[in-house]
């Protein structure tokens, strides 16, 4: 998976952070992070 | 008079019973939708030492993920060791140390977010230690041990997924008695 399709399928608009009962949405670099961490997990399962 | 653990209707509890319960549910916390990671305030406390985080319902957008757990605002101190066999029983292992968090604490699949995990001593000023377990969704069941190497006492934890977003769920605390 690379991060335009990881990000296509996790648009920046629809990715929460949750606290509590509160939600907000990431910020740019918050969710650059956290797409490189999601495509990196998703290209390395375990063997 | 109420003969635990059998009780009756109008049946009257003793302090003493009251306080031989073992388990107590400290906090509910339901997981909105298309979450990323849930900080849940207010967990821990001087009334329990250890305690128990489950994980039921909901779902995660890409299937065969695991939850991983942070406490309060660490990102350093982490370690984790997961032993895991296939479903066709080849028997492998995974870990990290000192690294930015706890992974394999639980399930996250596009059927269910699975997790129960034992913690011990996050509110005393020693080490966190973690056990848990993952049946993941695609390939495989394993048991985790995590450890937080520092004296930090934490009233909180992150529960995260490591790829995609939780939708629906529900965390629950509960203080095992000392």
Known sequence: MTPEEYKALNPQNAVYIQVDDTERLMTDEEYETWVAEGVYNSNHPLP | ?178
């Open chain 2, 1 to 178: 008079m109420a003969t635990p653990p059998d009780f009756s209707s109008g049946a009257v509890l003793t302090a003493a019973q009251m306080n031989s319960v073992g388990l107590w549910l400290v906090k509910t916390q339901s997981i909105g939708s298309g979450v990323a990671s849930v900080t849940v305030t207010g967990a821990f406390s001087a009334d329990y030492d250890n305690y128990l985080i489950t994980v039921s319902g909901g779902a995660n957008s890409i299937d065969g993920n695991v939850l991983d757990l942070k406490f309060g605002a660490t990102v350093t101190g982490y370690y984790f060791a997961m032993v895991y066999a296939s479903w066709n029983n080849v028997v492998q292992a995974a870990g990290g140390a000192n690294v930015g968090r706890i992974d394999y604490v639980g399930q996250a699949g596009t059927q269910s977010l699975n997790a129960f995990i034992e913690v011990n001593s996050p509110f005393l000023t020693e080490n966190t230690t973690v056990r848990a377990s993952v049946a993941n969704s695609t390939f495989y069941g394993g048991t985790t041990n995590g450890l937080l190497k520092n004296t930090t006492s934490y009233t909180s934890f992150i529960l995260a997924t490591t790829a995609g977003t939780m939708t629906g769920g529900t965390i629950r605390v509960y203080g095992m008695r000392n």
